[in-house]
């Protein structure tokens, strides 16, 4: 029944509504009957087309064949469901029992109905039939509309226009052209140091890696591929040759500036102190010096255009920017304890101690040169990092060689200050106080650190008795400029703190050197700020107020379990001066707490001894 039902139906290659709805009851009930259920095979569904519904489908596919074989004829107009009800039942009648459907307020139009039905009966993909009447295929219409600049357009560039990207887009592709770049480059530079090369051909190489470590991102890279050990393999020669050293100090120094950089640091030592040393071949200009090598060594030193370092150097050498690249590093901060152990291990300290002596021997001989005292200033920088609270530094410095470097330390120190005593305030010379101020400060910090809990270095200071008067009287006057005469007078307080703070004999010997115009000196020290107190808004009264601080503790050391001093002491100040004292280093003790800054438990020893000198108990 379901093929007859087909073959009856179609008209013109198209099946009624009539016949698919009979069909799909027809469909129904064989399910129903499979499921074990008796139905009416033409039994009405219970929802289905009503007869007028199907009457308006049935007409509408007549008008569309008669248009079709005679396209001459006028157009039947199209009857709505309501008009084709009105027609006599003889012109279409369903072959199945019709059940009214509900009332829709908009119906559908038959080709909708139809569509519908064809779908649900028949679900299967079937060949399109050609139809004379149907429309013709849309055609996309072409966006004509101005391009979108949203952030994720996703229009198609024209070849002209480029290929449009975002902002991030941009961004990640000029950092990836940039790094792609960098790594070309330095590969290139690191191909070109290899041991077949020429001597030029490295220096040359060398010197455009120096010139792409002024940028970070190239620094960056060369740490975050470890190439830092293959580099320095290549360098181990660098010494031996002047503009070779000369581009190998320049990208030392440049790496060097590196702030995170404690982890690689210390393989960099042996090449460093290979071009640190003055001795060294690289370091004396070639005796037969090429054009090509002149050149070399003036592009080398365009790198430092507009830097402090070419105003310091004019004739920049590589001990200078080796030495100024170890400071770099020692001055900053973190764990340095690998780099100061390297320094000691390669012999670069004992090395800074020889250049240092050479700079002073003998004592008021001649005065430094601008490049002379700015390259001792950085020598004593590092040897100052070095020894501070590193007891093994210390130790080799103190003892090794009989305490050579105290007595090159004392011999500068002596060397500073009589050519800080004969330069002339109102100089125009660039080696004027300042710059000499800044070595003898340099040269005290280092001695301060070699004296610390040191009792053999102290010892060896004191014995110099020439050099603790000379020394102690710094304090006295204008000898310091202006702008660094509050640091130059706590520092060589703070040294003669060092030398009396656990050494009986040592106070004898301080005492006996500087004579009675050291009781007036300390308490003239101490006289000019006792009245002031520490106070942020006020510098010079704070300056005052720490040093007569350091003035008192000086004192007070001088007179611990020594009553010959604390007696002459005693006599040329008023009684109850040592309370006056200890009210005055509490006051700085409290001032320092409320800084953040921590003092520890000397200067409660010191109020307490103080107090105790007044009601003769110590």
Not at 239 to 259: M, P
Not at 426 to 444: H, K
């Amino acid at each position: 029944p379901l093929e007859m039902f087909r073959k009856v139906s179609h008209v013109y290659g198209k099946r009624s509504a009539a016949s698919v709805s009979s069909e799909r009851i027809f469909m129904e009930a064989v399910k129903s009957s499979s499921a074990g259920e008796e139905k009416d095979p033409f039994s009405a569904p219970k929802e289905c087309f009503s007869q007028a519904d199907i009457a308006a489908i049935v007409d509408d596919d007549e008008v569309c064949t008669q248009k079709s074989e005679n396209p001459s004829r006028p157009e039947t107009p199209v009857r709505t469901p309501s008009e084709a009800a009105a027609r006599p039942k003889s012109v279409a009648t369903p072959l199945a029992r019709s059940v009214s459907s509900p009332a829709r307020s908009q119906p559908k139009t038959p080709r909708e109905t139809l569509r519908k039905l064809k779908t649900e009966s028949d679900p299967s993909p079937r060949p399109k039939t050609v139809r004379f009447n149907q429309e013709a295929p849309r055609v996309k219409r072409e966006r004509t509309d101005p391009p979108t600049t949203h952030r994720h357009t996703t229009a198609e560039p024209s070849e002209e226009q480029g290929p449009p990207c975002s902002a991030q887009e941009a961004f990640e592709s000029r950092e990836s052209g940039k790094y792609l770049q960098i790594a070309d480059d330095l590969q290139f530079c690191i191909d070109g140091l290899g041991p077949s090369q020429s001597l030029n051909v490295r220096t040359l190489s060398l010197f455009k890696m120096a010139k792409e470590c002024l940028d970070l991102d190239a620094r960056m890279y060369i740490r975050a591929h470890n190439l830092l050990p293959g580099i320095l393999a290549a360098l181990k020669d660098a010494h031996l040759h002047h503009t070779f050293g000369l581009s190998a100090a320049a990208f030392l120094y440049f790496l060097a500036k590196d702030t995170l950089s404690a982890d690689t640091d210390s393989i960099t030592v042996p090449v460093l102190a290979d071009l640190a040393r003055p001795t060294s071949a690289c370091n004396a200009p070639p005796t037969t010096a090429s054009k090509q090598h002149e050149r070399m060594a003036t592009q080398i030193r365009t790198l430092f255009t507009g830097k402090q370092l070419l105003s310091q150097y004019p004739k920049l050498m590589p001990h200078q920017m080796a030495m100024e690249a170890i400071a770099a590093v020692l001055g900053q901060q973190g764990n340095r304890a690998g780099f100061r152990s390297e320094l000691r291990v390669t012999g670069l300290l004992d090395a800074i101690v020889d250049s240092l002596e050479s700079l002073c021997c003998p004592a008021g001989s001649g005065k430094m040169d601008t490049a002379t005292l700015a390259s001792t200033e950085a020598m004593l920088r590092v040897v100052q990092s070095a020894v501070f609270k590193d007891e093994a530094n210390q130790n080799h410095l103190v003892h090794s060689r009989d305490s050579h470097a105290v007595d090159v330390l004392i011999d500068l120190i002596s060397h500073l200050s009589s050519q800080l005593a004969s330069v002339e305030p109102a100089s125009n010379d660039r080696a004027a106080p300042t710059l000499v101020a800044e070595c003898l400060f340099g040269a005290v910090r280092v001695l301060l650190g070699l004296t610390h809990n040191n009792e053999a270095a102290c010892a060896r200071v004191c014995r110099a008795t020439e050099f603790v008067k000379t020394t102690l009287s710094l304090c006295t006057g204008d000898r310091f400029p202006s702008e660094g005469r509050h640091d130059g007078i706590v520092l060589v307080v703070s040294l003669f703190v060092n030398l009396v703070e656990h050494s009986e004999e040592n106070r004898t010997l301080v005492v006996s050197a500087c004579g009675p115009a050291s009781w007036q000196l300390l308490l003239g020290l101490y006289a000019t700020g006792a009245d002031e107190a520490c106070d942020t808004t006020n510098a010079e009264e704070t300056s005052k107020s720490i040093i007569a601080t350091y003035a008192a503790v000086l004192l007070c050391f001088l007179c611990k379990d020594h009553p010959t001093n604390r007696a002459a002491l005693s006599a040329a100040q008023p009684a109850g001066h040592f309370s006056s004292m200890a009210h005055h280093v509490a006051q700085f003790e409290a001032y320092r707490h409320s800084a953040g800054i921590s003092t520890g438990s000397d200067l409660e020893n010191v109020i307490r001894l103080l107090v105790s000198y007044d009601a003769g108990v110590a």
